[in-house]
């Protein structure tokens, strides 16, 4: 098959719009496929919008109502909605990466034999993997975009340094899909997605998503900060409550580090798998 891209049209202005590492000019092309073949299955990436809704009205706004406020640093506490929203938003970017980069990839690598069709045109493994990952961000940003104006709706937003909270997600989405992307080069058969849910199902429940992290005894508080979720949680909350300091760039360098590494696994991985 070609992935050759119709002249003109918005698809090919958004996907070229993607900031690409220098090296990775042609994944553009692919990116647009991906664009194009979305329109068939458009309800499923609505989903990936209505899902962190659903969890603010039925937790933030439900259960908020019989929790009451959350104390976020000493003397300052904040509605229990408003405490949820940052996480939901953080745990959205992360859901939605990982769908994208382990699953959709899976399933083009082994079934529909998709990048050794790619492959056969001027595309390299590189392009494929920032093609993948592109397509993941890009779907990620309208996510949080839209949850975002949620938020602003309904007064969860307490600062104006929400306007960072976006790249904030986008960051954290690019994270996730490049280690995603490069685990599901490792894997064999669906069964071994059962792993990628036993790592993501427990990062979304207990990574101070919920509730603080003082709640938690002592001892597993270590295991809590270790996860990649807690930082992004910690990312998001802190821009939306404007609670901003130097600490926060370590939590965007962790994605950062999971970016790049994960980036270039997959690329080799692809390139081993693929071309060898």
Known sequence: ????????????????????????????????????????????????????VFYLLSLGVGLGALVGPIEVEPGRSVPYAMFVAPALLAASAMNGAVFDSTISVFFKLKYTRLYESVLSTPLRPWDVAVAEIGWALLRGAVYAGAFLLVLVAAGFVASWWALLALPAA??????????????????????????????VLPM????????????YPPAV????????????????????????????????????????????????????????
């Open 1 to 52: 098959m070609s992935v050759q891209a119709p002249p003109g049209g918005a698809l090919r202005a958004v996907a070229r719009s993607v900031p690409f590492p220098l090296g990775a000019g042609l994944a553009w092309r692919l990116l647009e496929r991906n664009a194009r073949s979305a329109r068939r299955y458009w309800i499923v990436i609505a989903s990936g919008f209505f899902e962190p």
């Open 170 to 199: 986008v960051l954290i989405g690019f994270g996730f899909a490049a280690v995603g992307m490069a685990a599901s080069t490792y894997m064999r058969t669906w069964t071994d997605f059962e792993f990628v849910q036993l790592a």
């Open 204 to 215: 979304f429940l207990f990574s101070a998503t919920f509730y603080p992290l003082s709640t």
């Open 221 to 276: 508080q270590w295991l809590v900060q270790a996860t990649p979720l807690f930082h992004a949680v910690q990312l998001e909350r802190s821009l939306l409550l404007g609670d901003v300091g130097w600490g926060l760039l370590g939590h965007a360098a962790v994605f950062a580090v999971m970016a790049a590494a994960g980036l270039v696994v997959a690329a080799r991985r692809l390139d081993r798998l693929l071309l060898s």
